[in-house]
């Protein structure tokens, strides 16, 4: 009997020492994954972040546009007004 308990005690003394083993090394790797992750997630971010102030800059230059070619066309209608008044 005594060999029995001494065998089952040994091979539970075994998986904790696997387990252990499996802890220790999710201690080490862990932290290393975490840091790749956070690593690729701002790379993303910085992508993107790029592509949003160009769009941004896009729009700026369209608005630009779009305020001289407003400018242009109320320029024309009060010359257009002018001119109705004038023959009036």
């Known amino acids: 009997m005594t060999l029995v308990r001494s065998k089952r005690r040994e091979e539970a003394l075994e998986g904790l020492r696997q387990e252990r083993r499996v802890l220790a090394t999710l201690k080490l790797v ?5 840091l790749l ?35 242009a066309l109320d320029v024309q209608i009060s010359k257009l007004i002018l001119g109705r008044d004038v023959v009036n």
């Open 30 to 34: 862990l932290p290393w994954v975490l």
């Open 37 to 71: 992750s956070l690593i690729v997630v701002t790379y993303a971010l910085n992508v993107k972040t790029a592509e949003l102030s160009r769009q941004v800059e896009m729009y700026r230059k369209n608005l630009g546009v779009l305020e001289e070619q407003t400018e």
